[in-house]
């Protein structure tokens, strides 16, 4: 029994630090700029899509093609950035979610007519054996996942608070027209955090791709889970985004385990009904902090 | 002179017409409801493909009453909802005398009362929830198997020879998925089995960790897995992950062994039995001609796909139909559902007549597969 529970929370977590990667690129965009990005999920998807088709097609090594698609998502979301929402800055967040929205269906259709619906397996370079670790079974891809969840987690972290790009960019989502005043140039923080956001989604999506299988509709429930947890931990709380992530990873691995793996996701989005009930802005919100 | 152009490009015109429309004999419209896309998009692919394969065949002999066929093929996406919207199109818009599909039974049962409003045939070519069937309605006649017939055939295996005697089910959570849950469930508590545990999942649920988990705790000796392919070879990769690969695994209701090597890798796959339809590998007595070359021309035409049962079913499907408004003269509805009734074809995937349930009775087999290549255990009927 304690083994088994013991399981379903670490799988939990596994699954819950890969929510909190997409959720933690969500929370920048989302409550730092204000942006409903409804196109996240299709860089996370994008991201699964880029790291498939660099390393079964181009033969890349698996871990340069995440990192590379990775990068070629942050292009991606780059140019859709200063193309299609840096031209309604301070338009109505109506417009803004349309636009996302239609970005979103254009993207998904296109990677549905470019690689087909039939799902894919990215290939890996180490065999997924199952790894004894005491009573807990783990796989070396799911090991990997939470160790480049956490680090890529940690390195935005000291990004945002210790670098001097970081105070640039709490700046401008504090009071942008002051920062504007203090010489930060606004539109480039923008552009680089909506960069850094699809980043994270993209990367979220390669790694859990690499355990899963990759296939065009898969950003619908990953940006489903990733809203929730953005609203969970508090818009814009970064910390708020991780500890959601994990709370909603750990409690779908439970409830699945011990009350019914059919309504799995439901019980997550009941967990979260209670909390936002007791907790309106969400665990960790207290208007905007990072 | 302008009098004789006048009348020239009048005599010009009219023969013009008149070529077109003898010339262009009216195709026959034959109605297809398959999931092109979501999680049994592989699957409803294959069946479009064999149903292709059939219509160029039929009418490279010169279609059916002097006219050529044509495959109207619509996304019913496996789901109930958007079938039956299928459906309306394809018989309001379309005007459709006879429908292939829907795929799935939970959509297959959806579009049934469609079909009955309509008054028009429904040739079921994959669903096997046992209520397409039961109670039998005149318009719906079902070339695949269903789950009652299949565990009646499994039955002396499932205990007795394959040793499943702790069984935890893992299946969709849909008529499909507990249809086999029901019946199966049953056979192995015939034979002296007990059923430890039944784990239903949502179709397109990718996370299986949470169910296995339960399963490695519980004592079960064996997992039978119902699905799509995709869910299907996904629960296979994760047993394997999860360390649960001595346990014995099968997968129902024919989900081809290529695939299941292809998404879920050929260690994780090592072992399992899978419970079959038609095969490319296996062919029943005196079939192995026709296989062979149903298998090679599927190959030229779709070198990247490997043929599964899906493809059979979908191009016995339409050579039943094809067969049906041949023998009633006429693309009616009404005539056609009659000759429905007294088809007789020696198909790819069983020697297709329609009992008094207006169910056929396909061949059936299991295999395991060895080292990534399925290896025939043994046929059932």
């Known amino acids: 029994m304690l083994a088994e529970i013991l399981q379903q929370v670490i799988n939990g977590l596994i699954i819950g630090s890969t929510y909190a990667l997409a959720a933690v690129g969500l929370t920048m965009i989302f409550g730092m700029m204000h942006i409903v990005n409804f196109t996240h999920g299709e860089f996370y998807m994008l991201g699964g899509f880029f790291a498939y088709q660099l390393a079964a097609f181009l033969h890349l090594n698996y871990y340069l093609s995440v990192a590379s698609a990775v990068m070629a998502v942050m292009a991606v979301g780059f140019v859709c950035e200063r193309v299609l929402l840096a031209p309604l800055r301070g338009k109505s967040i109506d417009t803004t979610v349309l636009v996302t929205i239609g970005l979103s269906i254009f993207l998904q259709n296109l990677a549905l007519l470019w690689w087909g619906p039939t799902p894919k397996s990215i290939p890996l370079p180490f065999s997924n054996m199952p790894l004894r670790w005491g009573p807990v079974v783990l796989t070396w891809s799911r090991v990997l996942a939470v160790t480049v969840t956490f680090a890529l987690i940690v390195l935005v972290h000291v990004l945002i ?130 | 002179m302008k009098g004789m152009i006048r009348i020239t490009a009048i005599v010009f015109s009219v023969v013009l017409l008149a070529c077109f429309s003898a010339g262009a004999q009216e195709a026959i419209k034959i109605g297809v409801i398959e999931p092109l896309t979501g999680p049994a998009a592989y699957d409803g692919q294959s069946v479009v493909e064999g149903a292709k394969m059939a219509e160029e065949e039929i009418n490279s002999k010169g279609g059916v009453l002097g006219r050529p066929i044509r495959l109207v093929v619509e996304d019913g996406k496996a789901d109930p909802a958007e079938s039956v919207n299928a459906a309306e199109k394809l018989l309001t818009r379309d005007r459709v005398p006879v429908i292939m599909g829907a795929w799935a039974s939970s959509a297959t049962l959806a579009i049934m009362p469609v079909m009955k409003k309509n008054t028009t045939p429904l040739v079921v070519e994959t669903a096997t929830s046992l209520k397409v069937t039961d109670p039998p309605g005149e318009w719906v006649y079902r070339i695949c198997s269903n789950s009652a017939i299949d565990a009646m055939l499994m039955e002396k295996y499932l205990v007795p020879v394959l040793g499943f005697k702790k069984v935890a089910f893992m299946a969709a959570n849909n008529d499909f998925g507990r249809a086999v849950v029901t019946f199966w469930g049953e056979a192995v508590k015939k034979k002296g089995g007990t059923v430890v545990l039944n784990e239903y999942h949502a179709p397109g649920e990718i996370n299986f960790a949470p169910s296995l988990t339960k399963i490695a705790t519980s004592g079960a000796d064996s997992i039978i897995i119902t699905s799509d392919i995709q869910t299907a070879s996904n629960i296979i990769k994760q047993t394997y992950e999860m360390g649960l690969a001595k346990i014995k695994r099968m997968v129902t209701n024919g989900i081809p062994s290529e695939a299941i090597v292809k998404l879920a890798g050929a260690e994780a796959s090592e072992g399992v039995l899978v419970h079959n339809y038609w095969v490319p590998f296996a062919s029943h007595k005196g079939q192995e001609a026709k296989n062979k070359q149903f298998v090679d021309k599927y190959m030229a035409k779709f070198p990247n796909k490997p043929v599964d049962k899906y493809a059979a079913f979908g191009y016995d499907g339409i050579r039943v139909i094809a067969q049906a408004i041949d023998t009633a003269r006429a693309a009616e509805p009404g005539k056609i559902k009659e000759a429905l009734k007294k088809t007789k074809m020696d198909g790819l995937t069983g020697n297709i007549q329609f009992n008094d349930k207006n169910q056929a009775l396909p061949y059936s087999s299991v295999s395991r597969i060895e080292k990534g290549k399925p290896k025939l255990v043994v046929h059932l009927n």
């Open chain 1, 161 to 290: 608070r210790k670098s001097l790009l970081g105070k640039a960019m709490r700046a401008t989502f504090q009071e942008k027209d002051s920062a504007r005043l203090a010489g930060v140039d606004v539109e480039r923080i923008y552009a680089l955090t909506f960069t850094m956001g699809s980043g994270l989604a993209a990367a979220a999506g390669a790694l859990l791709g690499s355990i899963f299988l990759i296939y065009p509709a898969m950003g619908n429930m990953a940006i489903l889970k990733a809203f929730i947890v953005v609203i969970l931990g508090g818009m814009g709380n970064f910390l708020g985004a991780i500890f959601g992530g994990l709370i909603l990873g750990v409690t779908e691995g439970l409830g699945a385990g011990f009350v019914s793996s059919g309504y799995k996701d439901a019980i997550g989005f009941v967990l979260v009904i209670l909390i936002l009930m007791f907790k309106p802005s969400g665990l960790l919100g207290k208007g905007r902090r990072l």
